[in-house]
């Protein structure tokens, strides 16, 4: 893990030099690509629905019908603690979700910040000139969707579900003299439900602040997916090592680590079938964080919980991390973002 994080970049700005005046922009991609692969374990009920109320979202994938979470149910949840860690150091997370608008007197590095960097974000910007500008950044770590290893046959329930009951204990509305109709059926994905899901970094752009961010807010478990409702904490998350090469490997597709890991029972027995094909000297990554008392699983696991423990505990070395980080962060959004004659004003 040492060797990684000091392969990693601690400068993010790039000063292009193009036509009459040069401009400021994120630093240029290398060849460099991190995979973490992770198995999410159903802990409790969790819904993962398609626009039609009584299915549950599924692909046919390495031979079989599997349940299929979409990248946006597990990315969001851990944007939004991502957030929150922000907060409570007070070093960013000043925008709601998917409510972004900077002023024309703010500068957007005043409200862009390390989760935006990492897990990426846009938002209308009144950056000068009269018009609304929309100011992307593209997300530093790809989430692939999350596929069952086990058959969606095996893994599934429903709840019957009525809705519009008076208190006459009855469905029939006296005002409208109707029924209900809200009487339907909530399709669930049960316990003992593991996805296998990768979080794949490329371009060598995250810094030693960034990814330690996003294995923070990657955490140990949460509340999930969801359409009308959840039941708490349905999901624990299972890290299974960090790999890292120059260039992208297939085994970053979920879809081939099911083909080559078969069928699992237990998040134990996938974590280490996962690992053993990352390691692979034909399939996999060159490099892991694994140690010869560790493996690259293990190594990661105690690696979060020591951040979580730094966190839990306000220990002053994270928080001054995440200050140096923020304004690192502010450095580059002001420079990407604002123009040159506002620039030279200040």
């Not at 109320?53 to 597990?74: F, Y």
């Not at 596929?147 to 006296?174: C, K, M, P, Y």
């Not at 970053?252 to 974590?271: D, F, M, R, S």
Request: proline content about 5%.
């Amino acid at each position: 893990m040492k060797t990684l994080l000091e392969q990693l970049p601690k400068e993010i700005v790039f000063t292009y030099e193009y036509g009459k005046d040069d401009f400021s922009i994120p630093r240029l991609p290398e060849a460099q690509c991190i995979v973490i692969p992770v198995v999410r374990e159903v802990i409790a009920p969790i819904l993962i629905r398609n626009n039609d109320t009584e299915s549950i979202t599924d692909i046919l994938a390495a031979g079989q019908r599997r349940v299929r979470m979409i990248a946006s149910k597990t990315k969001g949840v851990e944007r939004r603690r991502a957030d929150q860690i922000l907060r409570i150091l007070g070093t960013g997370g000043k925008m709601a979700a998917n409510k972004g608008y900077i002023r024309k007197e703010r500068q957007v590095g005043d409200v862009f910040d390390l989760s935006t960097y990492v897990f990426g974000y846009s938002a209308n910007a009144n950056l000068g000139g009269g018009k609304d500008t929309i100011c992307s950044v593209h997300s530093a770590v790809l989430y692939s969707d999350a596929l069952s290893i086990q058959a969606i046959s095996e893994l599934t329930d429903n709840v019957f579900r009525q809705g519009g009951i008076s208190e006459e204990f009855v469905t029939f509305d006296a005002e409208d003299k109707t029924t209900s109709p809200k009487i339907f059926k909530t399709h669930a994905v049960l316990p003992p439900a593991l996805l296998v899901q990768t979080l794949v970094m490329t371009g060598n752009r995250m810094t030693c602040e960034a990814l330690n961010h996003l294995l923070l807010s990657i955490g140990l478990s949460g509340a999930y997916g969801g359409a009308t409702a959840t039941t708490g904490t349905n999901l624990k998350t299972h890290l299974c090592g960090i790999y890292w090469g120059k260039l992208e490997r297939p085994v970053n597709a979920p879809e081939e680590i099911l083909k080559a890991i078969g069928q699992p029972t237990t998040p134990h027995e996938a974590v280490e079938k996962i690992e053993q094909l990352m390691r692979d000297p034909e399939q996999g990554y060159p490099f892991s964080a694994a140690t010869e008392q560790l493996s690259s699983a293990a190594y990661l696991q105690n690696y979060v919980k020591e951040l979580i423990h730094q966190f839990e505990t306000d220990q002053p070395e994270l928080k001054a991390a995440y200050q140096k980080a923020e304004a690192q962060m502010r450095e580059l959004f002001n420079a990407w973002f604002t123009k040159p004659d506002k620039a030279k004003k200040k």
